[in-house]
DNA sequence: TTTGATGCAAATGTTTTGCATGCAA
DNA sequence: TTGCATGCAAAACATTTGCATCAAA
């Protein structure tokens, strides 16, 4: 919250979260904007995620598989996160904004905010779940 | 899902998980386990943790903070994370688990399930937060 | 016996941090 | 100038893994 100074690095790693639907890494936004400032270093790129989280500017998932993820995407949406590939991707879906509500119900702190990841098999490997089923049956 | 034998540490694990709601960390489990069997190593520990993951038989908790937390409610039921000391509590509420049909609606991959985590502050932090605020305004 | 499980220690992977220097305000 | 931000490297954590040994079936 207090004064903070324009720096390239960051300005850079914001742009490329606004750019992406990708859910980078910290490692893989180190690599994307390494190809823009090749000397950032990867120390760096964790202090300016931190500070942009910390803002709201960015949005960090911790939605298992080691390590954390980031996306510039800060209106409300939900996150599908495939248990056979990894990939996370956005949901197409309505608000669901109300479960804030249902929580606080029986509740007598105070809610703020939820995430909800959903898990399952993504279209790519459902297909190639059902491709191999074929190969298999010969159906 | 190979032959599992038994084990006096698996065993002694499952079994404290199951008698605790305060979602610990696999080195809390570590701490705990040790009183019991002094020589258990934090190999083992790790290694039937993510064996009782994989087999259901406990839920891990990805909810960010650096570390995962196991739980050894496998009930479906909802966590709320406190921004301010970090804990984690089960919250009393109704289910939503229909909110994967919303997500199922326009998605062409298969949902399979979903966590949803609460934040904001829990009764303890907010009860201090509202003594500080007396004792400043002197209401 | 056979084979999964363990303890130990080393290795891996992720994230943070100390410090001298650089740069925005 | 002031002090936030950086690059670099070391450190701090969290978790996994190789291996000889142990113990369940």
Do not use: W
């Not at 990867?42 to 598989?65: A, F, M, P």
């Amino acid at each position: 919250m207090a004064g903070r100074k324009y720096s390239k690095q960051r300005a850079f790693i914001k742009q490329y979260l606004a750019s992406t639907s990708s859910h980078p890494t910290a490692d893989t936004v180190y690599d994307e904007i390494r190809k823009r400032i090749p000397n950032i270093s990867l120390g760096t790129v964790y202090r300016n995620l931190n500070q942009l989280t910390e803002t709201g500017e960015i949005i960090k998932l911790s939605c298992g598989g080691g390590c954390d993820r980031f996306d510039g995407n800060t209106s409300p949406h939900y996150h599908f996160i495939c248990t056979l590939c990894g990939t996370v991707m956005d949901l197409d879906m309505d608000s669901i904004d109300f479960v804030n509500k249902c929580a606080a119900k029986h509740f007598t702190g105070r809610i703020e905010g939820s995430q909800t990841y959903f898990y399952g098999t993504c279209p790519s490997c459902l297909f190639q779940e059902e491709a191999e089923l074929v190969s298999k049956t010969g159906l």
